[in-house]
């Protein structure tokens, strides 16, 4: 009967040591299992740690973006600023530029009114305008001469036309 009672301690033994076994096993798989289960979550977690650090470097460009653009905005208005008074100071000069012209373009037509109807008058004040005499050194340095103006209400063509009624003065 020991015989029957040790071969139950061995088949009780064997029993105990199949389930530990099995047992060991079980955790070998459970192990494996949670490692897998692990390495998957580390992979999801490097898949998301990824587009996040893609996210903030996106998140850096937008913002540094958005920087420029101000810079650009604010650059786009000092130039439209300037743009503005450049415009306003080439009116003002082109205003001057006419005003002037305008002012020449009378002068010279004064001047050429003046030469014309200068040279008729001149003629005149020479024909009839008193000679110094030579013994009367005097009178031609001292005394002044008279050359009579043209009315100021005689136009050039006028006073071009006055001077024509005596043609005998102006030395035609």
Avoid at 16 to 37: C, F, P, Q
Wanted: with cysteine.
């Amino acid at each position: 009967m020991e015989e029957k009672g040790l071969g139950g301690h061995d088949q009780l033994y064997d029993s105990a040591v199949g389930h530990l076994l099995s047992g060991i096993d079980g955790m070998a798989e459970l192990k494996r299992r949670y490692d897998l289960h692990a390495g998957e979550q580390a992979s999801r977690l490097r898949e998301a740690a990824t587009p996040r650090e893609q996210v903030e470097e996106l998140d850096a460009k937008v913002s540094m973006a958005n920087a420029l653009e101000r810079c650009l905005r604010e650059m786009r208005s000092i130039s439209e600023d300037r743009h503005a008074g450049t415009k306003r100071e080439l009116a003002l000069m082109q205003e001057k530029l006419e005003e002037a012209n305008r002012r020449i373009e009378y002068l010279e037509n004064e001047r050429a009114e003046e030469k014309a109807c200068g040279a008729s008058v001149e003629g005149e004040a020479m024909m009839i305008a008193p000679r110094p005499s030579p013994a009367d050194p005097r009178s031609h340095t001292t005394a002044p001469s008279f050359v009579p103006s043209p009315s100021p209400r005689l136009t050039y063509v006028e006073g071009c036309k006055e001077s024509a009624l005596f043609p005998e003065l102006t030395g035609v």
